[in-house]
């Protein structure tokens, strides 16, 4: 069984920071890719932002300079450092890695999500 579990969300004023905590557990042999999707009310799940296992990241347009993704192989866990937090960046935010499990098949996982919002 593998789980995905994460923490850090929260309620911030505008221009504050959070960070967000994914700790992947389970008969992981490896992982892939591992990033964080935000859903705010009435919208679709979008990217924020992911990670290689080699490092390489990428950015929604909309969080690029202000967040900041991150990880840790040897915790299997995955950050995001979120800075100058917007209202708008409100949304439940979910963490997800490719996974290979130790029976040599490749998952796709999901975190139940962390609510994030910003508000005065």
């Known amino acids: 069984q593998v789980q995905l579990v994460e923490s850090g969300g929260g309620l911030v004023r505008p221009g504050g920071s959070l960070r967000l905590s994914c700790a992947a557990s389970?008969?992981?042999?490896?992982?892939?890719?591992m990033g964080w999707y935000r859903q705010a009310p009435g919208k679709q799940r979008e990217l924020v932002a992911a990670i290689t296992s080699g490092g390489s990241t990428n950015y929604a347009d909309s969080v690029k300079g202000r967040f900041t993704i991150s990880r840790d192989n040897a915790k299997n866990t995955v950050y995001l450092q979120m800075n100058s937090l917007k209202p708008e960046d409100t949304a439940v935010y979910y963490c997800n890695a490719d996974l290979l499990l130790a029976t040599m098949t490749r998952g796709d996982y999901w975190g139940q999500g962390t609510q994030v919002t910003v508000s005065s």
């Open positions: 389970g008969s992981i042999f490896s992982i892939n890719a």
